[in-house]
């Protein structure tokens, strides 16, 4: 490749990239306008909310309770070093309450429903489903795009907080039940170490952020994929992939501005 | 579209199981309630409040009675702490305030010890008599010194 050549391909890339974002913006614009204006097609979200949100659940809860059980026994014999075993619950509560809750159910359902959410989209797409709504002049960013987005959003901070709380008792399972730990010492120092304004509400917004990220990213690349059997599947992929990644970018950023 | 309530009621339990759950975090865990009976404020000024922190809790024997509402620089450069306890309890004005340490490595918190006087404390009243906090760093910092000049002292005996 010439250097003029190759000059051209990262100009090219770069026009790609930015007008990528340009019409991810303007999309997640129609889908906030949607969500804003009637109808408001309530029934749609209801059922959206079962499938991202009911389904996830148990995949939610039992990770939940397994990464609470890793950090108890991780948690237990780095802290019985120093002789303080007794914080236990501090430290599993904090990890997962202002880090691991929010993140990894973000990575989980971006896996579980965001890829499920994203080929449903671009299936419909490659079947013309979306073109015969626009034939009945019925809005697909209103009755297909939109449910889908906001049911991510509502379920993503519910989804976090229950992994949380599974975390938290897997902990206590195994800091306290295996372990022979002091329970009420469990629950004290998690009490004492844990404040809402800068851990319960911090862990909160992440998970809303999140939500916003994974509904948005699987909505877009479902509603933009190609109209070939390989899109549909480029589509699942990528949102699991971009939106695996911009979790943990975008949970730096809000760690940063929002931690003491 | 067609009513589904098994769906519905699906959902329905989820969303209520989460904001349950976020209650539980919040109230419980995160504490947003507790104020405990809350309600007669005193002011206590010490020399040094050490990693006193707000929410800090205040006991009598060991009990808990109230909780650090805030911590300010007051007249002198002394630290002023405004502390909120019950206000059912009715304290001799001769009480007494000092700051300590849960354990070697714990928070610090505030032990009240009444007094015999028969006048009450009410609310906004300065707490007389107050004992600082330990400052493990200072106490270890003298030590070391001490120990210092000792070996100095040994070292030169022995030349």
Same mark, same amino acid.
């Not at chain 2, 109230?27 to 809350?38: E, K, L, N």
């Given at each position: 490749m010439t250097p003029f050549g190759a000059v051209s391909a990262l100009g090219g890339w770069t026009v790609g990239a930015v007008r990528d974002l340009g019409r991810f913006s303007v999309f997640s614009a129609s889908v906030a306008d949607a969500g804003r204006?009637?109808? !408001?097609?309530l029934r749609r979200l209801v059922a959206e909310v079962y499938d991202t949100g009911v389904l996830s659940l148990l995949i939610v809860c039992v990770s939940g309770f397994a990464v609470g059980m890793v950090l108890g026994l991780q948690g237990h014999n780095t802290l019985a070093r120093f002789g303080a075993d007794q914080q236990l619950g501090a430290v599993v509560g904090l990890a997962l309450i202002r880090e691991l809750g929010p993140v990894l159910t973000s990575l989980l359902v971006a896996g579980r429903a965001g890829s499920a959410m994203a080929a449903e989209i671009a299936t419909m797409v490659v079947t013309e489903q979306l073109d015969g709504l626009r034939m009945m002049s019925v809005d697909p960013l209103d009755f297909v795009v939109a449910p889908k987005a906001f049911a991510m959003i509502l379920s993503m901070p519910l989804l976090s907080t229950l992994f949380v709380l599974f975390g938290i008792l897997g902990g206590y399972v195994i800091g306290?039940?295996? !372990? *022979? *730990?002091d329970g009420g010492a469990y629950m004290s120092t998690l009490e004492d170490a844990v404040e809402f304004s800068e851990d319960v509400l911090g862990g909160l917004i992440k998970g809303g952020v999140f939500g916003v990220l994974v509904g948005l990213i699987a909505t877009y690349r479902g509603f933009t994929a190609t109209p070939t059997s390989a899109g549909v599947s480029s589509a699942a992929t990528s949102t699991v992939v971009i939106a695996s990644v911009s979790t943990l970018i975008v949970d730096y950023f809000i760690t940063a501005l929002w931690g003491t | 579209m067609r009513e589904e309530p098994r769906r519905d009621f699906w959902v329905g339990s989820f969303v209520l199981l989460g904001l349950v759950g976020i209650a539980y975090l919040s109230?419980?865990?995160?504490?947003?309630?507790?104020?405990?009976?809350?309600g007669l404020q005193l002011v206590a000024s010490f020399d040094e409040v050490g990693s006193l922190k707000n929410r800090a809790k205040v006991v009598i024997g060991g009990v808990k009675i109230g909780q650090v509402k805030a911590i300010q620089l007051g007249d002198n450069f002394r630290p002023r702490v405004v502390l909120d306890i019950d206000g059912r309890l009715a304290l001799p004005s001769d009480t007494s305030a000092s700051i300590l340490t849960a354990g070697v490595l714990g928070d610090q918190y505030i032990a009240l010890e009444p007094g015999g006087d028969s006048e009450v404390l009410k609310g906004g009243d300065s707490i007389q008599f107050t004992q600082s906090a330990v400052i493990l760093e200072r106490l270890i910092g003298k030590l070391v010194k001490n120990l210092g000049s000792g070996d100095s002292k040994k070292s030169g005996d022995s030349k």
């Open positions: 204006r009637p109808p !408001l097609r306290v039940v295996v !372990l *022979g *730990g | 109230f419980s865990i995160g504490g947003v309630s507790y104020r405990g009976p809350g």
